[in-house]
């Protein structure tokens, strides 16, 4: 196991926090570059799944979409095209332009939303849902609070989960909706895999809610936990490499 399964809960979620607000001030293409390779290595090396490859046709279109939004609608005044319509186009002669920043502000973008896809896991892949809110009442949160934000990170596999199954079921039923279709064909499929899932969503809230209810839940102002968060020495060296990170970040960031 490596040394991120073992550090204190209340350190990850406070270092994933730090990281996000890291990615949000970073702003240069360089800076976001770095900061994208070191989480993607950092994955590698700690070997932390990572289950967003589904994602990525999704995530290829609106990188499209951002950097096209970016090179027309974007301030600068490095052009690539100018203008995009030819004079002699009717209404919109003469209008228009690409730009060489809008390129770069849309990668940057979309460099910084993979990083912070790229992040979550760390903590959500790497600590139970019981650690994530044992480290969340520790940090001072009402257990009630954080039963309810390791609950929402406790849905997204099971969703995925329910999602192979329908589908499963679709197809022993002949349903070839989801296979070698083209992207509107499987668009007009999604009603038939989302309707019985939010259905099942709903059923097993209403179990839960019922089965919390029975052990009268919320009933005491604290409780007790028996895997309690104690810091340890990697913990704080953890923390500093973190910041030492965060620091070289910002110089790569405001001198490149």
């Known amino acids: 196991m490596s040394v991120i399964y073992k550090l204190d809960p209340r350190i990850k979620i406070l270092l994933v926090l730090f990281l996000t607000a890291l990615v949000f001030y970073?702003?240069?293409?360089?800076?976001?570059?770095?900061l994208?390779?070191?989480?993607?290595?950092?994955?590698?090396v700690?070997?932390?799944?990572?289950?967003?490859?589904?994602?990525?046709?999704?995530?290829?279109m609106l990188a499209v979409f951002i950097i096209l939004t970016q090179m027309l609608f974007g301030p600068g005044e490095n052009y690539i095209i100018k203008p995009l319509f030819p004079s002699k186009f009717p209404l919109l002669g003469g209008?228009?332009?690409?730009?060489?920043?809008?390129?770069?502000?849309?990668?940057?973008?979309i460099f910084r939303l993979v990083a912070l896809m790229l992040l979550l896991p760390i903590l959500t892949a790497t600590t139970g849902h019981e650690r994530i809110a044992a480290g969340l009442c520790a940090l001072g949160f009402n257990y009630r609070i954080a039963v309810i934000i390791t609950t929402a990170f406790n849905?997204?596999?099971?969703?995925?989960?329910?999602?192979?199954?329908?589908?499963?079921?679709?197809k022993l039923r002949g349903m070839r909706s989801f296979e070698g279709k083209s992207f509107p064909a499987k668009l007009k499929a999604y009603p038939t895999l989302v309707v019985p899932l939010m259905l099942g969503a709903m059923r097993k809230a209403q179990a839960?809610?019922?089965?919390?209810?029975?052990?009268?839940?919320?009933?005491?102002?604290?409780?007790?936990?028996?895997?309690?968060?104690?810091?340890?020495?990697?913990?704080?060296?953890?923390?500093?490499?973190?910041?030492i990170f965060a620091v070289v970040i910002l110089l790569?960031?405001?001198?490149f």
Do not use: H
């Open 26 to 34: 970073v702003d240069k293409l360089s800076a976001s570059v770095c």
């Open 46 to 60: 700690q070997k932390i799944p990572f289950r967003g490859k589904r994602s990525l046709f999704i995530l290829s």
């Open 155 to 170: 849905l997204i596999p099971l969703f995925e989960e329910n999602a192979r199954v329908i589908m499963d079921a679709q």
């Open 252 to 255: 790569v960031n405001f001198w």
């Open 36 to 44: 994208l390779l070191s989480f993607l290595a950092f994955l590698i």
């Open 95 to 109: 209008m228009g332009s690409l730009k060489w920043d809008g390129l770069a502000a849309g990668l940057v973008v």
């Open 208 to 243: 839960a809610s019922v089965a919390m209810d029975s052990r009268a839940f919320g009933v005491y102002k604290t409780r007790t936990w028996t895997d309690k968060p104690v810091m340890k020495a990697g913990d704080f060296i953890s923390a500093v490499i973190c910041v």
